[in-house]
């Protein structure tokens, strides 16, 4: 698996997850990331360090 020995982060089991992603295109490993499709997860599309300051800058 092209996945095989990366570390899993159980982010899953939080009650709200934001996603930080580019584009909609997959990932280096090519493996479609079932979390981008759970209820508790949202995306957030552009690059991850301009938007986590956008955030905090709007806090």
Do not use: C, H, T
């Not at 159980?10 to 709200?16: G, I, L, Q, S, T």
Request: glycine share 6%.
């Amino acid at each position: 698996s092209p996945i095989a020995g990366m570390p899993v982060l159980r982010v899953w089991e939080a009650d709200n997850v934001i996603v930080f992603k580019r584009s909609m295109a997959s990932g280096y490993a090519g493996v479609q990331n079932p979390l981008f499709f759970r209820e508790n997860a949202q995306m957030l599309f552009g690059d991850a360090k301009e938007k986590v300051e956008q955030i905090l800058r709007e806090l």
